[in-house]
């Protein structure tokens, strides 16, 4: 999520973006966004945008889990109406094999509209098809890729698939 003023807020989500690019290192990033929720005077969207951010990366680097999870839940605190914290809490708990959960919070941030909806499509699939729900997996998938064509990380996944007449 990107910010619309020079500061340390905005430099979280350019760096946060960088890091996802793996053009900067995840631990200067996160370091960046830190520092910003510190040190500067935010308003409520500004910190729950940076809670975003830092939780984004955090999320990639596994062993911060958990701080990823806290980060979200203070962005859904500060921003209930944000779709964006319940999608990456979703992807938390994938993480932590909490397969129901993660579709509910997914569910929940589509319902409020995410500025990248093609990536929570992407994860519900995934806990969906933990769950045994093959067709719903397969679905979203389709719909991931109706919405951002040509994503290999969804190609790749829907190649796994076989469709069958009955």
């Not at 430099?11 to 910003?36: N, Q, R, Y």
């Not at 308003?43 to 951010?53: L, P």
């Not at 062993?63 to 964006?84: Q, S, T």
């Not at 919070?105 to 319902?111: F, S, V, Y």
Request: contains cysteine.
């Amino acid at each position: 999520m990107v910010l619309s003023r020079n500061s340390l807020a905005e430099a979280c989500s350019d760096h946060a973006k960088l890091a996802g690019e793996g053009l900067m290192t995840p631990t200067f990033a996160v370091d960046t966004c830190t520092e910003a929720l510190v040190s500067e005077t935010l308003t409520r969207d500004e910190k729950a945008i940076a809670h975003i951010n830092r939780g984004v990366v955090q999320l990639t680097m596994m062993e911060l889990v958990e701080d990823a999870a806290r980060d979200f839940d203070a962005a859904a605190e500060l921003k209930p109406e944000l779709g964006e914290s319940y999608a990456n809490r979703g992807a938390v708990l994938l993480t932590e094999d909490r397969y129901a959960e993660a579709v509910a919070e997914i569910d929940k941030a589509m319902t409020l509209g995410l500025k990248e909806p093609w990536k929570a499509y992407f994860n519900r699939a995934l806990a969906k098809e933990r769950l045994n729900d093959v067709k719903g997996a397969y679905d979203d998938l389709k719909m991931a890729l109706q919405l951002r064509p040509g994503w290999q990380l969804a190609e790749a996944e829907l190649a796994r698939y076989q469709v069958r007449s009955p």
